[in-house]
């Protein structure tokens, strides 16, 4: 049986967009007040502005990290695990309501397409009193798999 090779591809910024636009999972890493650092699985999206998007609550950990640190790193992962990944660096903000209602729209449509019923949503992430997170990407690594390195094919 054929090893599987491990692959590293360096990509342009439009690339590194495209191949995040298309994937959904990813752990989102903050730094905590103590220095250490907090992950997240997030459920992500791409707003039009190339910029990463993630719903939370204000209260969350990732949130409040992010308020007092904004520096934000994610692993963007395929649907399939052993699929290619991407590390993504940059800056993050936080918006909340009502300034994040009208992103969180943005972020459903970029994953979901578009809802029944946008009147409820909107009813629904007010009454939830959700957050965005807006991750502004300054540095990305090479789309990455795993595997054996060439010299052991």
Known sequence: MARKIATSTTVSRE???EFV???HHAVLLTHRANGGVQLSPVTCGLDGAGRVVVSTYPERAKAVNLRRDPRASLCVLSDDFD???IQLDGTAEVLDL???LEPLVEYYRSISGEHPDWDEYRRAMQEQGKS???VTVESWGPVAT???????A
């Open 98 to 100: 009502p300034e994040a």
């Open 21 to 23: 636009a298309a994937r």
């Open 132 to 134: 965005l997170v807006r």
């Open 83 to 85: 699929g290619p990944w």
């Open 146 to 152: 795993g595997g054996f390195p060439a010299r052991l």
């Open 15 to 17: 690339d590194m967009q």
